[in-house]
């Protein structure tokens, strides 16, 4: 399977953004990563049999010319899913640092800990 | 024919409309309302049986253009599961103060969206339905706002999350290869596949999202945090322990189906089932909170169900089908009787409770039935699926063995919880209500018509014919009551003398170590498949 430019910059970003949840404690920068993964998924869907001299599927053209609808149909959805899921884990932090006043994932663990 | 989709929307769109339009009655509407999704559930199940499988396209596109509706014998069966439990549940918190307009709006919408996810038979409205099904989930675990449940909640959103985006990538992968999303159409499309190589890391990027939906060996530590949290009400422990982590299950029937043609990968499920049940029996017995030894034990079912399903054999594996029905039906049983228990007593701690059969005999019944049935005694529902499930083993030794130790596991978790009941108490307390006694009376019933008939049941929901040797049976009712008395013995005499439970109770994993247990399965997954083929 041979992989075009933008797919391997699309998987280049997703490895970034694992890197940014293995490696940092911080939880804002965790959603942050989960954002770049989610951008990263968005180019690798767009780029998936895309050729440069391709033209966008609208109005009446050549259909062998035109670029794949399906999957930037389909990244709308994902784009508006990301959106939100990215503010319903930003809505939650902002709870959880009112209860616990830290934005690391070992120090809010250990306070849960204490508490139970 | 009514179209499928109404089974998936109706629910959603009567929950907003209620939610809504100020109305004084919130429940009561709720509950016919809810009656209304039973009804059509009944219905789209008698259909499917009586037609075959049912594929409707939404639009009326040609299947793959539209978004396909899929009701085969077993999403019907689990859409009418589905019905009947949250019917029940509801029946079961009419009175709660909480259950009001915003909680009934969240928990009836999280019924239409897994109609659908049992029902879509399209990678993408799949994804789209369980990434919308966790944030509802999320919300649910920490509806009561305590601190505790806030963490537990989040941490449950984000780790399913970077799961689903492994899913997601999977997709892509495999729109790339097939050009299609449907899962039909992928399925036909296999066999033109020269090169199973090719499949690999699609493969490995869904199997470990779905790994971690269905609470596999590394990736399991998500789910005693989101069914076993402490303030989470019953009745949602009760249907995401019971019936919202069957999703998981059933989507890897489904995924391990399309990809069996080209990639075979039973044996590594075996040992990874058998390890899932194995270290989740472990965890149970070494926790001291009641909602979390139930929340382990699921865990451990779990691996029990996906050991079943690896087994390739036809009668283990509508066995193990059978035994999501049962789980399902036991396993809510004892969380919602948990949640009156620890209302009573007001501490969830295991050693703290004793007497409750004389103070709540009632509901100790109900319990009973409910263990009988998850131990596998013999005329409860339990013991027909895991007879199945073992009925392949026999020529195979160690695999028979194997499922002994599990069911052995089990039943130690059983008699450390049963502890519970014995001892004296003197505190007389109120009557359960009706509501509350009808709801967990259903589905204790259950537990034991779904054993004595348990043929029938089988011939009744999934159009199969088996046959149940009494040989065979008494001679696993004798394995039971053997493996009753050892663990009978093991709970009093050795359980306290083993210092290793109490290490075990200490393992937590935090965010980072759950990311890094993903890539980990991913890894051997991959590898693994690699070094195969």
């Known amino acids: 399977m041979t992989l075009s430019f933008g797919e391997i910059i699309a998987l280049i970003l997703f490895c970034v953004g694992f890197y940014g949840l293995l490696a940092r404690r911080n939880i804002i920068r965790t959603i942050i990563s989960l954002g770049i993964i989610q951008v990263a998924i968005i180019l690798f869907f767009l780029a998936i049999n895309f050729e440069s001299t391709m033209i966008p599927p609208i109005g009446v053209s050549d259909p062998s010319m035109v670029a794949d609808p399906l999957p930037q149909a389909l990244m709308i959805t994902a784009i508006v899913i990301g959106v939100s899921v990215t503010a319903v884990a930003l809505t939650m932090f902002i709870s959880l640092y009112h209860r616990y006043g830290s934005t690391n994932w070992m120090k809010v663990k250990k306070k849960r800990r204490d508490e139970s | ?533």
């Open chain 2, 1 to 533: 024919m009514m179209p499928l989709f109404l089974i998936v929307l109706f629910p959603i769109i009567m929950a907003l409309f209620i939610y809504l339009s100020f109305n004084r009655l919130p429940k009561i509407s709720m509950f016919m309302m809810q009656l209304i999704v039973l009804a059509m559930a009944v219905y789209f199940f008698i259909y499917t049986k009586e037609n075959g499988t049912v594929i409707h396209v939404l639009g009326y596109y040609d299947q793959g253009i539209g978004i396909a509706l899929k009701s085969d014998n077993i999403a019907s069966v689990l859409v009418l599961l589905n019905a009947f439990l949250f019917t029940c549940m509801i029946l079961f918190n009419y009175h709660k103060p909480y259950m009001n307009r915003l909680f009934l709006f969240l928990f009836v919408i999280l019924q239409g969206l897994m109609n659908g996810i049992f029902l879509a038979n399209d990678m993408f409205t799949i994804y789209v339905l369980i990434e919308l099904s966790t944030i509802v989930v999320s919300v649910l675990i920490m509806f009561k706002k305590d601190s505790q449940s806030i963490y537990d909640g989040m941490l449950y959103l984000l780790t399913n999350i970077v799961s689903m985006t492994l899913f997601l990538l999977g997709i892509a992968y495999m729109y790339k290869i097939f050009g299609s999303l449907d899962l039909d159409i992928i399925g036909q499309r296999m066999s033109l596949i020269e090169n199973p190589r090719a499949l690999i890391l699609p493969y490995s990027l869904i199997i470990t999202s779905i790994g971690l939906k269905s609470a596999l060996m590394p990736l399991f530590s998500w789910l005693p945090r989101a069914h076993g949290t402490p303030s989470a009400p019953s009745i949602v422990s009760a249907i995401l322990s019971g019936l919202y982590v069957k999703g998981g299950l059933y989507l890897f029937i489904r995924f391990q189906a399309i990809f069996s043609e080209q990639l075979d990968t039973t044996h590594i499920f075996l040992i990874l089932g058998f390890m899932t049940a194995v270290i989740g029996f472990l965890f149970a017995l070494s926790q001291t909170d009641i909602k979390l030894i139930l929340a382990y034990s699921t865990v451990s079912q779990i691996g029990l169900i996906i050991f079943g399903l690896s087994l390739n054999h036809d009668y283990s594996y509508w066995g193990s089908i059978y035994h999501i029905v049962n789980h399902a039906i036991f396993k809510s049983v004892l969380f919602l009787t948990a949640g009156m228990i620890i209302e009573t007593y007001e501490t969830r701690d295991i050693r703290q409770i004793t007497g409750v059969f004389k103070r709540m005999p009632f509901v100790s019944i109900i319990t009973f039935m409910a263990i009988l049935g998850i131990t596998g005694a013999p005329l409860f529902n339990g013991s027909i699926s895991k007879y199945l499930i073992q009925s392949d083993t026999s020529s195979r030794d160690l695999l028979e063995y194997g499922l002994i130790l599990i069911n052995l596991g089990t039943i130690m978790i059983f008699v450390k919880y049963g502890s519970m009941f014995r001892g004296d108490s003197h505190v007389k307390t109120a009557p359960v209500r009706l509501n509350q006694k009808l709801a967990i009376l259903i589905l204790g019933g259950f537990c034991l018509a779904g054993g004595i008939f348990g043929v029938q049941f089988i011939k009744l929901l999934f159009n199969i014919n088996i046959s149940v040797s009494l040989d065979g049976y008494v001679r696993k009712a004798i394995v039971y009551m053997i493996s009753l008395i050892i663990g009978w013995f093991f709970y009093t005499y050795l359980y306290s003398k083993i210092g290793l439970f109490k290490k075990i109770r200490e393992i937590e994993l935090t965010f980072n170590q759950i990311c890094f247990s993903i890539v980990l399965f991913f890894a051997g997954m991959f590898s693994y498949l690699l070094y195969i083929i």
